[in-house]
């Protein structure tokens, strides 16, 4: 058993991750370090197939970020269902350059991972061909691969 005050010591100075109302349980991984963006950058999470993503991908990578439908039965085979009238082309660039933060198992038992990554605000631009609305539409139909860039490549990380 728990005591509370060990449970206590242990949240004592953390942040809810999750919404707390009166008189709700708490457990292991209700609290932990808040995590948030530094300055100029927004936090995403893509799921990314098995076979599109590079091996050993990890935190502290650099990617860029694709759209990829997959073949016939697998998601849409262009880009039809988004960008609207000008869709995106396969293999086009959603994202040119992403900080990655964590990189998962998928839990849903299908293969792949789910990758977090900070994208600059510029990279999220309000367009249904490139950025934010081209990345969600991408990741809802399965159609995200990424790409590990150079280590030396210029990315900047915000300001804190």
Do not use: W
Not at 10 to 26: E, F, I, Q
Not at 71 to 77: K, M, R, T
Not at 83 to 110: E, I, N
């Amino acid at each position: 058993p728990v005591l509370v005050s060990d449970y206590y010591g242990r949240v004592d100075g953390r942040t809810a991750l999750v919404p707390l109302r009166k008189g709700s349980l708490l457990s292991e991984g209700t609290f932990g370090e808040a995590v948030t963006p530094a300055e100029g950058l927004g936090d995403v999470s893509v799921g990314v197939p098995e076979g599109r993503y590079p091996e050993g991908l990890a935190a502290g990578d650099v990617v860029k970020v694709l759209f990829t439908p997959g073949n016939a039965g697998q998601g849409p085979s262009d880009g039809s269902a988004i960008g609207g009238s000008r869709p995106l082309r396969r293999g086009a660039t959603v994202v040119a350059a992403a900080y990655v933060t964590a990189v998962r198992a998928d839990p849903t038992g299908q293969g792949g991972v789910i990758v977090g990554i900070q994208v600059r605000d510029e990279e999220l631009a309000d367009s249904p061909d490139h950025g934010m609305p081209a990345l969600a539409a991408a990741n809802a139909v399965n159609a995200v691969s990424v790409v590990r860039l150079a280590p030396t490549h210029d990315y900047e990380q915000g300001s804190r």
